[in-house]
């Protein structure tokens, strides 16, 4: 190449870039070696992939994606399925890695380097993923509570003689031919009691907590301990973990999978899975179930995949590992349904009632209908362990990963201790490694469990649900993603950002992801999201209780929080910014100069073929010959 093609004009009163002369060059590369050194990488891209994995498939793959398929028209729901897939989800899902991977940051500092007008994005996926840390482990402190009421001679949830049982139970499947003719006028089942009042304790509503359910709260304890443990080194440890932890659900799914679609009544529940219902994609909830699926499933917006990619080596190729993960996602919750509605079948069957009154969704389908399904089965108390240790692996996944992403939310360069040396293993918590690779963050990521305790209260499942319908939904996830491609696409520069993607991995990705970054995922997402406001309905706790407008105001709160943090900063930014208004306004979408640059856009006039090759820096964050490749 001539020297003339490398060279590169700058305007005098443009946006500074990164020079290369070696005395600015040596000061970044030790910057960019304390840096790598601070975060940690990972060893090998297995480790990556399967970090990844366990992250974004988890309990929404077995209870929430094959409930909208039966909800929605079966078959037919993979139809906007699909298409929010392929313009959505894969295209918003290797933004958010690529971005990581580039920056080699967190999603704040990430998103404040690529564009400090819109750092707001990043602050808005801490708050929900602060959000998910404190409610999502609820679920996993549930399943070890039934895990261990699994280890009887008889499952607790199988019969009416239990000091929780009230007279209006009923075990439909063991009671004699005499009583059976006249049933209760308000009969509940074993199943519903256990869950409701064994270990929910569900008082009257959420303005009576009610007392501390102790049990819960030594499950909880466990449940954050085997966090601290999976991440206290940071991603070395998390590495290591996820080898075991996310290959062990899909072992436990095959299982179940040949168990269920041997059960007599599976086929047609299989067929009531996939029967399409054309008139369906008609209704405009549909297209919102199948958007929403796809963002929360994806754990797009939640920060996650930023940080994940940020521990991937300069020149790994995170475009290829995107598209395999995207598919291998929706492939397990295809599969998943399989699963679930072959029990449901055999559930209808035993019961002798239609399918559609035996399918739940949420809690409902993993707490109550699979406990029923499990002890209708040989061996049940072997089926209810299986089932529950895979449930605790699914959460685990995907509790351990935002716990990593909440490491790599403070600048490790600029970083403030919250405890002390002597509480870290080793005491190298404060000079030897960042935030995020040493138990510091793991440890003060525990510290919030005491302000989970209201939800093991009688009335903690009405918060639980406040923060599921609001704090984490669908709408706040659209509402981030449409600011993401339009600062990638439109402010950052979507053309800038094919050239970052080819200086990683050597070419630019295929052009139907950055029409989807300028076009088609904006629409999509502001159409689905305006559409979910206009429809919107307030939460009933099982379709019955309805809130106070005091709790109602708490939702919303919860919602605004992390939403309101892009707006917010866009104006304070604004106002901290000096000079007139376009003076402020270039220099606050100009990215950072720090940022990695194209090799034709750092190649000085007349240099060497070594000015032009990979600086000391990269060559240490790219992928060795011996890389584990999928």
């Not at 076009?519 to 919107?536: I, M, V």
Request: hydrophobic letters at 45%.
């Amino acid at each position: 190449m001539a020297a003339d093609d490398r060279k590169v004009a700058v305007p005098k009163d443009g946006p500074s870039v990164v020079s290369w002369v070696p005395e600015e060059g040596e000061k970044l590369d030790q910057e960019g070696k304390d840096q790598v050194k601070d975060r940690g990488q990972w060893s090998n891209k297995m480790e990556f992939v399967l970090s990844v994995a366990g992250e974004i498939i988890g309990l929404g793959n077995v209870w929430r994606f094959p409930y909208l398929c039966y909800k929605n028209g079966g078959g037919a729901f993979f139809f906007p399925y699909f298409i929010f897939f392929f313009t959505c989800g894969i295209p918003v899902f290797f933004l958010e890695v690529a971005l990581g991977q580039y920056t080699s940051q967190g999603s704040v500092t990430a998103w404040r380097k690529i564009c400090p007008l819109l750092q707001g994005i990043g602050l808005a996926s801490v708050v929900i993923e602060a959000y998910l840390n404190v409610y999502y482990i609820i679920i996993l402190s549930w399943a070890l509570f039934y895990l261990f009421s699994s280890f009887t001679s008889e499952l607790p949830w199988t019969a009416c003689t239990h000091s929780w049982n009230t007279e209006g139970c009923v075990d439909f499947l063991n009671r004699s031919a005499a009583s059976a003719a006249a049933p209760p006028v308000n009969f509940t089942s074993p199943v519903m009691e256990f869950w409701e009042r064994r270990v929910l304790g569900l008082s009257s509503g959420i303005h009576e907590l009610g007392a501390l359910r102790w049990e819960l709260a030594l499950c909880l304890l466990l449940a954050w301990v085997v966090c601290y443990f999976c991440i206290w080194k940071g991603v070395k440890s998390t590495g290591k973990v996820v080898y075991f932890t996310a290959t062990f659900p899909y072992l436990m799914l095959v299982i179940l999978l040949i168990r269920g679609i041997t059960l007599p009544g599976a086929y047609e529940g299989i067929i009531y899975y996939l029967k399409p219902d054309l008139l369906r994609l008609k209704d405009p909830q549909v297209w919102m179930d199948a958007g929403t699926q796809i963002f929360f499933s994806f754990a797009i917006c939640q920060g996650c995949l930023t940080a994940l990619g940020s521990y991937n080596k300069y020149h790994n190729n995170c475009y290829r590992d995107s598209i395999a993960l995207c598919f291998l996602n929706s492939a397990t919750s295809f599969v998943a349904g399989f699963v679930v509605f072959s029990i449901l079948g055999f559930m209808s069957q035993e019961q002798g009632v239609p399918i559609s009154e035996v399918a739940e969704s949420g809690p409902g389908l993993a707490f109550i209908a699979f406990p029923k399904a499990v002890s209708m089965m040989p061996l049940s108390q072997l089926w209810s362990c299986l089932f529950f240790i895979m449930l605790i692996f699914l959460g685990l996944d995907s509790q351990a990963a935002p716990e990593e992403r909440a490491a790599g939310a403070p600048d490790p360069r600029h970083r403030g201790h919250l405890l002390p040396a002597w509480a870290l293993p080793g005491h190298r918590g404060l000079e030897q490694g960042g935030a995020h690779t040493q138990s510091e963050v793991a440890a003060t990521r525990q510290l919030p469990e005491g302000g989970m305790l209201d939800r093991q209260h009688s009335g903690g499942m009405y918060i639980f649900q406040l923060f599921d319908y609001y704090a984490c939904s669908g709408t706040c996830l659209l509402f981030l993603s449409v600011f993401e491609v339009i600062c990638i696409g439109w402010v950052y520069g979507a053309d800038r950002f094919y050239d970052n993607m080819e200086d990683m991995f050597g070419y630019r990705p295929w052009p139907l992801v950055k029409i989807s970054w300028l076009f088609l995922t904006p629409g999509l997402c502001l159409a689905t999201f305006l559409f979910s406001l206009s429809k919107y309905t307030p939460l009933r706790y099982n379709n019955v209780y309805v809130y106070p407008a005091w709790g109602y105001f708490i939702g919303w709160f919860l919602a605004g929080s992390s939403m309101g943090c892009v707006p917010l900063f866009i104006v304070v930014a604004l106002l901290k910014t000096q000079g007139s208004f376009k003076k402020r306004l270039r220099q606050l979408v100009t990215p950072d100069p720090s940022l990695p640059q194209p090799k034709r856009y750092l190649c000085l006039d007349g240099g060497s073929s070594q000015d032009c090759g990979p600086s000391p820096t990269k060559a240490g964050l790219m992928a060795g010959e011996k890389e584990t490749h999928l």
